[in-house]
């Protein structure tokens, strides 16, 4: 990795040029710089006019912002191996990139966003066509809000081919252009049509799988279901994502869009969060609804505190990411108890778990490790696993998997995509999922997806 003094990027481009060996060969070039306060929403809503593809993410908790426009590189796996084979990429991309950043901020120089497919042993279904096993994207041009200051990235993909100027031309043209704030806000979007996907037969799905679990082959399965929604009018992602911020607090809000398909939600469940060493992951197990009241809240919560069920599948959690980081992992800290952690429309048992990284480890280790939690897949892995890939009604795909970034700095965060969508035009499909046991009640389980629905359908529409 290349750190460069201040120099116009023509010349960064032009240095880039000469260094490249053959015709086949590329390099990155990443430009930062330090920019006046920018709405992360409002510059997402301007690159739609530049026709490109858009990421979206923030850390409301942490009033932290990345918005991703275009394609400058994309790191693309298949199913087998995806883990190594991103993190041997993304090595190698920055092992050769030229990179001009006095700041060295998170989120900030050369930035990967994207994903994985919850299960890449599942077969795919067009509804996911558009997005890959492991699929990240660094983007042409990247707003950065950290630590209340705002900052602006160019990444740009050189070849042998490329004339320096004629890119350095292009690059500015369209920066002018998002930073014009020409675009309309959109209209407040109206549901048409709501179809629960076979709700009979997900119910007959969590019988078998209580069934498998009373007869000692599982703990616990978690088992999704799908609500496909029909709209008045297309969606507009900006729109989405504004009011996902107004009404899900402590949650990372994202979408990653994929021509005319967007992957879209609000989710309160980190996965992984690194600064340089320094590891923060999340248990976050065990739900009950907000009361309407504040006693009625109250009393929920101490419910939800002391309920069996619930504080078992908040257990299998602790102790599978406990296993997971103790090999890769120094000073793991976890409390004694979970706490309550309130949202807008639901509350969960939450636990934090804080750790060293090894050297010679990295993110993707730790991620490879996690994923699924017991929250998402359940308990034992593999077990749940092969009853979900043989039982359950839909294709995943990056619904209940790692979602995230990684930067040129050793920062990264990774979200489980919970509590999301795949819009797509005017219809989506919206997923949610409940962990089953052997006392599990089928009523109950299908009312815990009902109000798992609320935190997205209450933006689209409802």
């Not at 006095?102 to 994985?116: E, V």
């Not at 359940?378 to 979602?403: C, M, N, Q, V």
């Amino acid at each position: 990795m290349i750190e460069t003094k201040e120099q116009p990027i023509e010349d960064l481009l032009n240095k880039a040029i000469e260094e490249l060996q053959s015709n086949e060969d590329f390099q990155l070039v990443s430009v930062t710089k330090k920019i006046t306060e920018t709405n992360p929403l409002r510059f997402f809503e301007e690159a739609k006019q530049l026709h490109k593809n858009r990421i979206f993410w923030t850390s409301t908790e942490d009033d932290f912002y990345v918005v991703g426009i275009g394609n400058a590189h994309e790191i693309t796996t298949g199913a087998d191996s995806r883990f190594e084979e991103t993190e041997a990429l993304w090595n190698n991309i920055l092992a050769k990139a030229i990179i001009h950043n006095p700041y060295k901020q998170a989120g900030t120089g050369i930035t990967a966003l994207g994903g994985m497919a919850f299960d890449p042993q599942k077969e795919q279904t067009d509804l996911w066509k558009k997005f890959n096993p492991s699929q990240f994207t660094v983007p042409e041009f990247m707003l950065t809000k950290h630590n209340n200051a705002y900052y602006f990235t160019i990444n740009v993909k050189v070849t042998r081919e490329d004339h320096p100027a004629q890119l350095a031309t292009q690059v500015n043209q369209m920066e002018s252009e998002l930073f014009r704030y020409t675009a309309n806000p959109s209209n407040h979007l109206n549901l048409k049509e709501k179809i629960e996907i076979e709700p009979d037969k997900w119910k007959e799905t969590v019988r078998q799988a209580r069934e498998e679990i009373r007869a000692n082959k599982a703990d616990k399965i978690v088992l999704a279901r799908e609500m496909r929604l029909k709209f008045e009018k297309q969606a507009d992602i900006a729109t989405i994502l504004e009011k996902l911020m107004d009404k899900q607090a402590n949650s990372y809000i994202f979408a990653f869009e994929k021509g005319a398909d967007c992957f879209v939600g609000a989710t309160p469940e980190r996965l992984v969060k690194l600064e340089g060493d320094h590891l923060l992951s999340t248990c976050l197990a065990g739900t009950a609804p907000r009361g309407k009241t504040k006693e009625e809240d109250v009393k929920i919560s101490q419910e939800l505190l002391h309920d069996e069920k619930n504080r078992q599948e908040h257990d299998f959690v602790v102790r599978m990411i406990k296993q997971a980081m103790t090999h890769y992992c120094t000073k793991v800290d976890i409390p004694e108890a979970p706490v309550i952690y309130p949202l807008n429309n639901l509350q969960h048992l939450y636990t934090p778990v804080t750790a060293r990284l090894k050297n010679g480890y990295s993110i993707f280790d730790i991620i490879k490790q996690l994923h699924p939690t017991p929250a998402l897949g359940g308990t034992p892995r593999k077990e749940s696993l092969a009853f979900i890939r043989d039982h359950e009604l839909l294709d995943r795909g990056w619904y209940g998997a790692p979602i995230g970034w990684l930067d040129s700095n050793q920062n990264g965060e990774f979200a489980v995509a919970i509590r999301s969508g795949l819009i797509q035009g005017d219809e989506a499909s919206l997923f949610a999922g409940g962990g089953i046991v052997k006392d599990s009640n089928l009523e109950a389980e299908y009312e815990e997806t009902m109000i798992k629905f609320k935190p997205m359908l209450s933006v689209l529409g409802e």
